[in-house]
């Protein structure tokens, strides 16, 4: 199976910008779906974005449509969330996931990574 790696979290001003990646071992990354979920003190797991094999189709949550974009280079075995004009309300540990659908109802979780939005 997959093992995920996150890596660019950090400290940012409200309205800075960041770019988290997900690095995946083994030759099979290209045949999962990827995605960023994050989860805030106090609240549960949420999901962010997804995208598909291929990076031909995206998904976002409302909350951070127009902010966020996910992409992915599969020759890197790699995805990319950058996330711009970051509010306060983004601070949380952002973790990847990977599955074999979209649907993400078993997904392989990374360990996380930690995002913080001073106001």
């Known amino acids: 199976q997959v093992q995920l790696v996150e890596s660019g979290g950090g400290l940012v001003q409200d309205g800075g910008s960041l770019n988290l990646s997900c690095a995946g071992s083994?030759?099979?990354?290209?045949?999962?779906?990827m995605g960023w979920f994050r989860q805030a003190p106090g609240k549960e797991r949420e999901f962010v974005a997804t995208i598909n094999r291929n990076g031909g189709t995206t998904r976002y949550a409302d909350s951070v449509k127009g902010r966020f974009t996910i992409s992915r280079d599969n020759a890197k075995n790699t995805v990319y969330l950058q996330m711009n004009h970051l509010k306060p309300e983004d601070t949380a540990v952002y973790y990847c996931a990977a599955d074999w659908s979209t649907s993400f109802t078993t997904p392989r979780w990374g360990q996380g990574t930690q995002v913080t939005v001073s106001s």
């Open positions: 083994g030759r099979t990354f290209s045949t999962y779906a």
